[in-house]
């Protein structure tokens, strides 16, 4: 059995270029298909966020537009309501890296709005990269990347292969006009070998421990490449 850090944004809004807040949290795909594999697989998932707050689901994630139907949303409700990890998260601050052994982020527009400047954030991903052990990050998660520079703007992810929300996604959500900034383009200037699949189909890339998905739907195929990495590495 392994231990898995689950890292989730702990903003309950992302504030747009205009000061509105739209109402986020974490997207209901991202924690529930990979809480799903995690746990199916036998492993232990422990939940971190900013000053340990409880996260919040972003509520449109959970309308059976979003969802793939109804059915769907109804069992991500389930598994939301039934994971107690949700409940009691530990502070960023108060993570020690070497009791996990692999660490995934979950996405969702709330990482845009805390991660993606969170210092305690930053800290635990330069240590996870060097590790060597699994990071997966998906869909807006990368955003936690960018707090990564240094004071000269270097990052130990600079080059690295990788992944995330793409701008044609984040239009096709209505967003993109919106935004302060655009991940897509943030990770290209990091700079990064982003690269995407088609919108909303399966996408992930993997390059030494960095494991990351483009989107909800590369959520539960990314955790299966966590678990099988997981495996080799006993």
């Known amino acids: 059995m392994a231990k898995i850090l689950c890292v989730l944004t702990g903003a309950s809004y992302w504030t747009l270029k205009d ?23 036998g492993h232990e998932v422990t939940v971190a966020t900013p000053n340990g707050v409880v996260p919040v689901v972003d509520t449109m994630s959970l309308e059976a537009r979003m969802a793939g139907g109804e059915e769907n949303s109804l069992n991500e409700e389930a598994v939301i309501e039934s994971a107690d990890e949700l409940r009691h998260p530990i502070s960023l601050t108060e993570v020690r890296l070497e009791d996990y052994d692999a660490v995934y982020y979950p996405g969702g527009h709330g990482p845009m709005q805390d991660l993606s400047v969170d210092p305690d954030s930053a800290a635990l991903l330069r ?9 997966g990050i998906v869909c807006h998660a990368p955003a936690a990347i960018l707090a990564t520079r240094d004071a000269n703007g270097d990052t130990p992810f600079a080059d690295y292969r990788l992944t995330g929300f793409c701008n044609e996604e984040e239009a096709g959500v209505g967003l993109a006009d919106k935004a302060k900034w655009l991940l897509e383009d943030e990770l290209k200037t990091l700079p990064t070998q982003y690269s995407r699949g ?37």
């Not at 990269?129 to 699994?134: D, E, K, R, Y």
């Open 127 to 135: 240590k996870a990269l060097a590790s060597g052990n699994p990071l």
């Open 19 to 41: 000061g509105h807040r739209h109402p986020t949290g974490y997207w209901a795909e991202e924690f529930v298909a990979p809480y799903s594999v995690f746990t199916g697989a």
């Open 198 to 234: 088609p919108a909303w189909e399966p996408y992930t890339v993997v390059d030494r421990n960095l494991f990351t998905g483009q989107n909800p739907a590369s959520s539960g195929p990314l955790a299966q490449e966590l678990v099988k990495a997981l495996a080799h590495a006993e």
